[in-house]
């Protein structure tokens, strides 16, 4: 099948490649000239682990093309991958002008029959709205085709977006058109061998329903965070409390695990925008609004736990940072708690040393040469002057740690974990101070 994919980011590159990956033909189409050279030169804007192979197998096998040309992008797929940013507006909703801009663009240049699908993350209503800019532009050329709009969100992972594309846990489709719904069973028939894992729903509940995964997963996450507090203040460990309650199958072990909260491109967006889809139709959602709350009281943490360790004048000292993606295998680093504590510290006075295995370049671009930020080439050089270290990303490489070198390293021996990585009692008999979140 040819299929184009609109926007290469994390959803679209790893879509198209997916896609290609299992004999689709597929242009992806950016407007970013930067990124599309980045891609034709052989390498890849992003870090995700195994994607780089792919993209290089599927252009190598000439399945999979990359193009800044909308008028070429248009012609190609009979199917249309709309998988721009959605950005948050400033009152909180999704900010849907790139989603519109590319079914302008389809519109304005398509000669036969499309299957539109929307895999960005938007909210309901959205399919309507493409529908509209897509028929306006056809309009406007007197144009008479054809075409179908679907709802077909994204529920990958960063850091384990191949494996989740390849094998999904749920393919939502939603639409009522038959022919799209016939030609979608058969682009996701590769990804769906071992059992039906497609749901096709109206296009409404499908665009509902990535919001409801996404705040649901947030919604774990903040009762956990608020509870690890709870259990700070009262000299219970949260991590025996996980085992308890995740023990019953109601509740399971996922996504239980208490940090310095959640950032990324999805959660913090998406609650937000769901919030305000609430309060367009006059539904308040109260649960979610502690969700977010939540969620920005716990991003400060880290530096709560420092300045109640250290005093509110930071002037002269000096941080570790050990992670600054937002969460591992990722080089992400947008609403990341990191930010957050960087920013923290800066204003109280201290400066900070930064170790992250892939994300050090995003923040280079996100600080530019700002002195008060430096970088080490390893989690121990990360140490060297620091009074103190913080934990922000649960990296592989740190879970493992020699703490009398770590001892040695700093000079107050303390560590502020935001992702309870150690067992506390390891950590103390050492001679480390250790504040992790809700741990004994
Ligand atoms: N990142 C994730 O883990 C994830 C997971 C599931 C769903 N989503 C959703 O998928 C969508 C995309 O997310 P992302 O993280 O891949 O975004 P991204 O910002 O990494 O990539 C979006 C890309 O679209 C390009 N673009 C913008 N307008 C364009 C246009 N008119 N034509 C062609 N290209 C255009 C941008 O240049 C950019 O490269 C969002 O709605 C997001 O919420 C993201």
New binding site residues.
């Given amino acids: 099948m040819k299929i184009s994919v ?8 790893v879509t198209g490649t997916c896609l290609a990956e299992v004999g689709n033909d597929v242009l992806c ?4 000239q930067s ?1 599309i050279d980045t891609l034709k030169s052989g390498g890849i ?2 870090h995700e682990p195994g994607l780089l192979e792919m993209v290089q197998r599927n252009v190598a096998a000439g399945r999979l093309h990359f193009t800044t040309c ?1 008028k070429e ?1 248009a012609a190609f797929g009979n199917v249309q991958f709309i ?5 948050p507006d400033e009152d909180g909703s ?1 900010d849907l002008q ?1 989603v519109t ?2 079914a302008r ?1 389809i519109g304005c240049h398509m000669t036969e029959y499309k299957v539109i699908v929307d ?4 909210p309901v209503g959205t399919a309507d709205k493409v529908r509209a800019a897509v028929a306006a532009e056809l309009a406007k050329r007197g144009a008479d085709i054809p075409f179908a709009v679907v709802s077909n ?6 850091g384990a ?1 191949i494996e989740d594309f390849m094998r999904p846990d749920r393919i939502v489709i939603g639409t009522e058109d038959v022919r799209a719904i016939a030609l979608m069973r058969d682009i996701y028939s590769q990804f769906n061998r071992n059992h039906d894992r497609i749901v096709v729903m109206d296009v409404r509940s499908a665009e509902l329903t ?1 919001y409801a995964a996404n705040s649901m997963l947030a919604t774990r996450i903040s009762f956990m965070n608020e509870l690890a507090i709870l259990a700070d203040k009262l000299g219970a460990d949260i991590e025996q409390v996980r085992l308890g309650i995740g023990a019953d199958p109601r509740i399971g072990f996922h996504f239980l695990y208490p940090g310095c909260g959640y950032g ?3 959660f913090p ?2 609650v937000q925008a769901l919030i305000r889809t609430g309060l367009e139709n006059d539904v308040t959602l109260k649960v979610l609004q502690a969700v977010e709350a939540a969620n920005e009281a716990q991003k400060r943490v880290l530096l709560d736990k420092i300045t109640a360790r250290f005093g509110s004048d930071l002037q002269g000292m000096h941080f570790a940072i050990w992670g600054l993606a937002f969460k591992p295998d990722t080089d ?1 680093m947008r609403a990341a708690s990191s930010r957050v504590l960087i920013e923290g510290l800066w204003a109280l006075g201290a400066t900070a040393t930064a170790y992250d295995p892939v994300a050090m370049q995003e923040s280079r671009r996100i600080y530019g040469a700002d002195a008060r930020l430096t970088y080490a080439d390893s989690p121990m050089s990360a140490l060297k002057a620091a009074d103190a270290l913080a934990i922000v990303t649960e990296w592989k490489e740190f879970r493992v740690q020699d703490f009398a070198a770590i001892k040695a390293a700093l000079k107050t021996p303390v560590i502020f974990d935001g992702r309870n990585l150690y067992a506390p009692s390891q950590v103390r008999e050492q001679g480390i101070e250790y504040y992790a979140i809700g741990r004994r």
């Fill in positions: 609109i926007g290469t980011g994390y959803v679209g590159l189409l950016d407007l970013d990124k804007p992003i909308i992008s998988a721009v940013g959605t950005p999704a790139y801009a590319a663009n895999k960005s993350t938007v969100p994204e529920f990958l992972k960063e977006a990535k990324g491109s999805c967006k998406d992400d």
